[in-house]
């Protein structure tokens, strides 16, 4: 398929049948997360993304509640590494996202986590981990993690732990 061809990288494809089971998924990888890192989560409304920045908080130690910060583009919460959450639903492209100084050196203390990431794509499309939810409504959804630096590979790898963990019997 012309997605696995595009993929490069380390993968791991999770199947969630679940809304705690992505928040799950999600805070066990933010375990391995480390300042300066961006998790880039790309899906249709309502496929899981805010489930997962949810899980993702909660892996980092965040006690606050995470909710969409659709009206605020970031969120910032305290936890093991200050978590920075964004939605770029509302953005119309990468220059308005650098026009409004969405992504700056604080984001280097700690991790940040970009729903709608690719309104970014193009010239500041970088992320160290993209994951690709796919799915909606009751479905199971298919999420796909895909390190695209080095530095996303320990998510991968924690993400195929996990799995292993979910499928013992
Ligand atoms: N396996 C699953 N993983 C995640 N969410 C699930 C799953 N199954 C059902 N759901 C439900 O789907 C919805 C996902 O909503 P969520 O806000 O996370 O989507 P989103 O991708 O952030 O959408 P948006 O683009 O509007 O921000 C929730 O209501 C959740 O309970
Ligand atoms: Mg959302």
């Known amino acids: 398929m012309a997605e696995q061809r595009t993929l490069g990288g380390p993968s791991v494809v999770v199947r969630s049948g679940s809304a705690e089971a992505t928040r799950s998924l999600a805070a066990h990888v933010a375990e391995v997360a480390r300042a ?57 492209g990468a220059a308005d996202a650098l026009a409004g100084g969405l992504l700056d050196e604080r984001q280097q203390s700690g991790v940040t986590v970009i729903e709608w990431a690719e309104r970014l794509d193009g010239p500041v ?17 298919r999420i796909a993690l895909l390190a695209r630096t080095d530095r996303g590979r320990p998510y991968v790898e924690a993400a195929q732990a996990w799995l292993e963990l979910a499928e013992r019997p």
């Open 36 to 92: 300066g890192d961006v998790v880039a989560l790309r899906g249709d409304l309502g496929a899981g993304k805010t489930q997962f920045a949810k899980g993702f908080a909660r892996g980092l130690g965040v006690s606050a509640v995470v909710n969409s910060p659709s009206f605020t583009l970031m969120a910032e919460y305290r936890g093991r590494l200050p978590l920075f959450h964004l939605d770029l639903y509302r953005i119309a």
């Open 125 to 141: 499309g970088g992320s160290d981990l993209e994951v690709r939810f796919e799915g909606s409504g009751d479905e199971v959804r």
